[in-house]
């Protein structure tokens, strides 16, 4: 401990900071500059981090030179996007921030762009759908595109096209030892197999070019019905999810909106329990699954519509300025009464304020569970039913007790759960506690070795692995 405070004090030196600012086209910030609160700030405002350097990376050349330059001074090394989804806090390390390196190149004939290391998920549509492409992004346009890709990556195309993970055709990136290469199906293809759902702790991506598809128009949107109903509507939701087909990615939401200026006003301090969706084949066929809901009972908000897919982030609305957050989550076995009675007991109002914002059970399976299971790390795709539980946390204490209340609720859904985890709704201590239930043992067993080969003095610090 004090040998790396040591060496981080060092690093952090005049000298040593001039040198590598000497290095790099992007900015070098040390704890003394006014820059450096700004800059170590995470989107989850629950993340309290201090590191030792914050290089503020340009391009890939930056990458390198920081890497170089962690190992001549033996520093750890992490890395942040946007701040959204970080395993380990950035302490004493020298943390690498991407968001600069927003490069995004589209190829309308190859159906693929390239995505630079710091391009949020908003952004690519933004390039993609005036050429009628999309990209396989998730509910937040705001997420960074590579963190959420090398977790897996499951959004609103998901059951038609699968995962983001399984959408890359190579990576480019910084090796722990500072060398760049490229991983993909011919070069490097161990480190390509395990980039694909394994998460950031193998090296730093700086770019990678995935595949587009051709959507531009979904039928997508919300019903609205009373909490009281929830019960009911997470039965039904249960039968309905079973007949549709893969154009269709759905969840079911018990969403408890806080009683803040941000909500709209009619919903601030209400709960509801929703039925959410986005259908990206032929709009009537999307509006006919819709209607058996609207025929068993008159939502108190429905919201669906065809839309361009460019606003596909407005049927979650997931909120864009930072917050402190915590979220975790478990792939289901099945979704049956008692499991729906844990839910809504514990995901709504009791006696007092409900601790979680959202309760959602996704509906998966489809293009996910048909992935080659052998093409990436990517774990546990025969689940259909993933669970995400989110939840408002302003103060250390407050982010400790919902880790716990949550923890409760999954230790009574046991029996239902299959005891894997979808890596990219996990993140702090739990995500590098599970890790290994995050993939199948000898996927987790090949991860470790990996890592073991490109990291082998455990420099980079930021992903689940350690
Ligand atoms: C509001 C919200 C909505 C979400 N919705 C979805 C969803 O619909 N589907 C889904 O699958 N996930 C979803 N997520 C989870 C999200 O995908 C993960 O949190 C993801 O890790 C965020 O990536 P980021 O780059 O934005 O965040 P960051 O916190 O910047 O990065 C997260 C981790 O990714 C790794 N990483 C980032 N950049 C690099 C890099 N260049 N090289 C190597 N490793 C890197 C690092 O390990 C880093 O710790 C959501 C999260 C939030 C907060």
């Known amino acids: 401990m004090k040998n790396s405070l040591s060496r981080s004090l060092q690093a952090v030196s005049g000298g040593a900071r001039s040198q590598l600012q000497s290095r790099i086209q992007g900015a070098v910030i040390t704890p003394a500059d006014p820059e450096y609160n700004p800059a170590r700030q995470a989107w989850n405002l629950s993340v309290d981090q201090h590191p030792a350097l914050i290089v503020l990376a340009e391009e890939a050349g930056d990458v390198a030179a920081a890497v170089q330059y962690a190992v001549e001074n033996e520093l750890n090394i992490s890395v942040q996007a946007t701040g959204h989804g970080l395993a380990q806090p950035a302490e004493g390390t020298l943390l690498v921030v991407t968001s600069r390196m927003k490069s995004i190149r589209v190829d309308t004939a190859a159906r693929t762009a390239w995505i ?9 549509l933004a390039q993609t759908q005036p050429v009628g492409l999309a990209p396989l992004l998730g509910s937040s346009p705001d997420v960074g595109v590579v963190g959420y890709t090398l977790g897996g990556g499951y959004g609103w195309l998901g059951r038609k096209f699968g995962l983001a993970a399984d959408s890359v055709r190579f990576f480019e990136l910084v090796t722990a030892d500072g060398h760049t290469l490229r991983a993909s199906a011919e070069e490097n293809s161990d480190l390509f197999w395990g980039l694909r759902g394994g998460g950031g702790s193998l090296g730093i991506v700086t770019g990678m070019v995935i595949d587009l598809y051709p959507i531009t128009t979904v039928y997508g949107g919300n019903l609205f019905y009373p909490i009281q109903a929830a019960r009911e509507v ?10 549709v087909p893969d154009e269709l990615t759905s969840s079911v939401v018990l969403m408890n909106f806080p009683p803040i200026p941000l909500v709209p006003e009619p919903l601030q301090g209400q709960s509801f329990v929703m039925v959410r969706g986005c259908h990206c084949g032929p709009s009537a066929e999307g509006q006919a699954l819709l209607q058996p809901w609207r025929d068993w009972r008159a939502p ?6 065809e839309m361009p897919f460019g606003e596909v982030g407005t049927i979650s609305n997931d909120p864009v300025d930072p917050l402190p957050v915590f979220s975790t989550g478990a792939w289901m076995k099945a979704l049956p009464d008692t499991a729906v009675d844990v839910l809504v007991r514990h995901g709504t109002a009791g006696d007092g304020p409900p601790p979680l914002l959202m309760t959602e059970v996704r509906h998966v399976g489809g ?55 979808y890596m990219n709704f996990l993140e ?17 067993a090949r991860l470790i070795q990996l890592k073991r080969d490109y990291d082998p003095h455990h420099r980079l610090r930021s992903g689940f692995l350690g």
Request: glycine share 14%; hydrophobic share 40%.
């Open 116 to 124: 630079g290391a710091g391009a949020k998920w908003g952004e690519v």
């Open 234 to 243: 997470m039965a039904r939701y249960r039968e309905w999810i079973a007949t």
């Open 300 to 305: 108190f908000i429905d919201d669906f519509k």
């Open 367 to 421: 293009a996910v569970a048909r992935g080659r299971s052998q093409a990436g790390a990517f774990g546990n795709r025969e689940a259909e039913l993933l669970l995400f539980m989110v939840g408002l946390t302003p103060t250390p204490d407050a982010y400790g007790a919902l880790a716990r209340y949550t923890q409760q609720v999954k230790e009574r859904l046991g029996p239902f759960l299959t005891g894997g985890v």
């Open 428 to 444: 702090g201590q739990e995500a590098r506690l599970r890790a290994k239930d995050g993939f199948p043992p000898e996927n987790y």
